[in-house]
């Protein structure tokens, strides 16, 4: 017995004895804890419960040219209820009135309200969801509700803030407005002009110190920030809205009628380079049309017809020929190794003028005045090319600008039908926007400007940056080669391929083109036509230049080419610019004594002034064109049905009373 008792004393020495080290070792522990690692674990604890979150700053917004806003910032609320906040007595005087408040709000019973919130107090949850999506008005009007009043500690609300960006024009020119989107790997990327300004768009984001309340879920720790964030600065663009909305409703009818595949167009100022209007639109699968690719900046391509401005300015400039210089068409097919090069028209044209050539678009002409002049030394043709900026990007401030391809004779790949195929626009690409600074420099007397889609940055009405216009080419040419490439440019409306354009009180100068877009793929399996027309008007006086280019038109009916479907989007613009846009300080300095080549301008613009003090007479005119033009000279419009328009109900010719409702039927 005595043994045994002194066994389990030794145990009980031994359990005391392990415990003691136990004790021993929390203790080691416990001051290891408290004073060696303890700035560690204080930190760690603070960094699990407690941290900063990112308050993002408002993006500046970006402006139209005449103050319209293309994009903005609107802050976006969600609204929170921590139910263990309030204490019991002050959560039982509120809860009623909070829940009526709510109710005039939200659109839900009152009843609903007071239950839900008395359930969330039950179920202790901190962070219940009382409403989503709130404007600032909503935001303020809840804020001030009864128990929410008292605060985040005191009345539980707990407010969660981002902004959303909005586009208060829709669709219209939203690819050059772009956008910028963080992806989930946490870095940036981003389209026009949203992204191209960034650093100016884009202000100083905030902080705000937050409590973790539960798994996921945080709540801010006071009611003022950390840091206030700072909104961005604004950017003016060059854009026009009105313009704008001409140019892609244009593109958009001729899509549709031609079901095209995709399209674009340009307008620009002359003298500035400040692009007015850009419509992009692509064809989606169910046959509707939205912006989603920059075609005018990014899609390089064949140009067809359109490049052979740079054959007659080439030749021009050297004095190889002369405008007036014969060459036979040989039946409307010449052929260079083996390599046929064919005029459009049937059985070619005979013998004509190089000018004539130019204004018909005869590939065979153009062909040969570039190869019997230039086949000897290549590089003198393609040196001119390269000086007219055809073979190196603009440097649009835009990402994904498209790369053009001009073959040099230095290249490995350059062989003898290299350049008889450029001087119809094959073998070489550029992009649309390319072809029309081209255009544009004939234009502006010779002067090439680089494109340009913003004019300054502001903050509020002072000015940060002002962007200047930036000229590529002081002199693409001689006035006397201008000179001469303005009449054929003229003439190619008046009696060339684009005839159908021509109208006597406007005129208008440009160019036609058709290519074969991927002839030379499969055997010409996958080939397609991509229309086009790029120009400048008036053609006297030219104010803007415009390029138009329509891909994949139907086939159907062998109306493919740029003369008729991308023609008469060129002239639609270029006279609803003139006719619907209502009296401007400009068309009164018409009054004024001005230069003759001016008059024809001015002629024309007198007689729309004239006319807009009397109803017009709209009758078969496109119902959109009709409404336009009546609600610009002040008259009320009522439209029936849909189409063109059969009767109006106040006659041509009588005088305009303000205000006054004119019907118009439609079919």
């Given amino acids: 017995m005595a043994v045994e008792d002194k066994y389990i004393s030794y145990r009980i020495y031994l359990v005391a004895f392990a415990i003691f080290l136990i004790a021993i070792a929390i203790a080691v522990k416990l001051t290891n804890i408290q004073w060696v690692e303890g700035d560690y674990y204080r930190k760690l604890a603070k960094e699990r419960t407690v941290k900063n979150f990112v308050i993002p700053s408002n993006k500046g917004n970006i402006y139209s ?5 293309l994009a903005t910032s609107i802050p976006n609320y969600e609204i ?3 139910a263990l906040a309030p204490k019991a007595e002050v959560f039982e005087k509120n809860v009623q009135a909070l829940s009526d408040s709510l109710a005039t709000v939200l659109d839900k019973p009152s009843s609903f309200y007071q239950n839900e919130l008395r359930r969330a107090r039950a179920n202790n949850n901190r962070y219940y969801l009382i409403s989503r999506d709130l404007s600032y008005t909503d935001y303020i009007k809840i804020k001030g509700f009864p128990l929410f009043k008292l605060g985040a500690y005191k009345g539980g609300i707990i407010v969660e803030q981002k902004t959303v960006r909005e586009h208060p024009i829709g669709k219209i020119a939203e690819r050059t407005i772009g956008y910028e989107r963080r992806n989930s790997n946490g870095t940036s990327d981003g389209k026009g002009i949203e992204w191209a300004y960034r650093k100016y768009l884009n202000g100083k984001d905030g902080k705000i110190l937050k409590q973790k309340i539960a798994k996921g879920q945080w709540k801010p720790i006071r009611d003022i920030n950390e840091v206030d964030p700072q909104d961005g600065y604004d950017v003016i663009s060059t854009i026009d809205v009105y313009i704008q909305d001409i140019a892609h409703h244009a593109l958009l009818k001729q899509l549709e009628d031609y079901q095209a595949d995709h399209g674009c167009v340009v307008v620009m100022e002359t003298q500035t380079g400040k692009v007015k209007a850009i419509a992009n639109l692509g064809r989606a699968n169910d046959g509707t049309y939205y912006e989603t690719t920059n075609y005018a900046v990014a899609e390089s391509h064949e140009p067809g017809s359109t490049f052979k401005l740079a054959d007659l300015m080439a030749i ?15 039946g409307g097919v010449v052929k260079y190794s083996g390599k046929s090069v064919r005029d459009s028209h049937i059985g070619g044209y005979g013998k004509i003028s190089l000018a004539r050539g130019f204004e018909l678009s005869s590939n065979t002409v153009m062909v040969q005045a570039v190869y019997d002049n230039y086949k000897d030394n290549p590089s003198k043709f393609v040196n001119h090319v390269n000086s007219y900026g055809l073979n190196k990007k603009l440097n649009m401030d835009f990402e ?14 350059w062989s003898n039908i290299s350049l008889p195929w450029m001087a119809f626009g094959y073998g070489v690409s550029v992009t649309p926007m390319q072809t029309l600074a081209f255009y544009n420099a004939v234009a502006n007397n010779g002067e090439m400007v680089k494109p340009q889609f913003v004019s300054e940055i502001k903050e ?45 009180e406007f005129s208008m100068a440009g160019k036609t083109g058709t290519a074969a877009v991927n002839y030379a793929k499969d055997g010409g399996a996958g080939k397609y036509y991509a229309s086009s027309f790029v120009g ?12 138009v280019v329509v891909h994949k038109p139907s086939t159907v009916n062998n109306n493919y080419y740029g003369a008729d479907v991308a ?43 004239k006319q807009q003090e009397l109803v017009p007479d709209v009758k078969g005119m496109p119902g959109m ?9 002040g008259i009320k419009v009522k439209a029936v049905g849909m189409g063109k328009v059969k009767t109006q109900s106040l006659q041509a010719g009588q005088n305009i009373i303000k205000n006054t409702t004119i019907t118009l039927e439609l079919l």
């Fill in 460 to 504: 509020w009405n002072k000015t940060i940056v002002k962007v200047e216009k930036e000229v590529i080419n002081p002199k693409i040419c001689s006035k006397e080669t201008l000179l001469k490439v303005k009449a054929v440019l003229a003439n190619v409306v008046k009696k060339g391929t684009a005839s159908k354009l021509f109208s006597k």
């Fill in 400 to 413: 994904g600008e498209g790369r053009p391809f001009i073959p040099q004779p230095s290249d490995k790949n």
């Fill in 536 to 547: 400048y008007f008036p053609a006297d006086h030219p104010k803007y230049s415009c390029i």
């Fill in 65 to 69: 040219s005449d103050g319209s806003l």
């Fill in 625 to 633: 064109d009709a409404v336009a033009l009546l609600e610009n000279l």
């Fill in 316 to 330: 021009l400039e050297d004095k190889v020929a002369d405008t007036s210089t014969v060459y036979d068409t040989h």
């Fill in 567 to 609: 023609g008469p989007v060129f002239k639609r613009i270029a006279q609803k610019i003139f006719t619907d846009v209502p009296s401007t300080n400009e068309i009164k300095k018409l009054n004024k004594k001005v230069p003759k080549q001016e008059d024809s301008y001015n002629n024309y613009f007198a007689k729309v002034q």
């Fill in 80 to 82: 929170r209820f921590d």
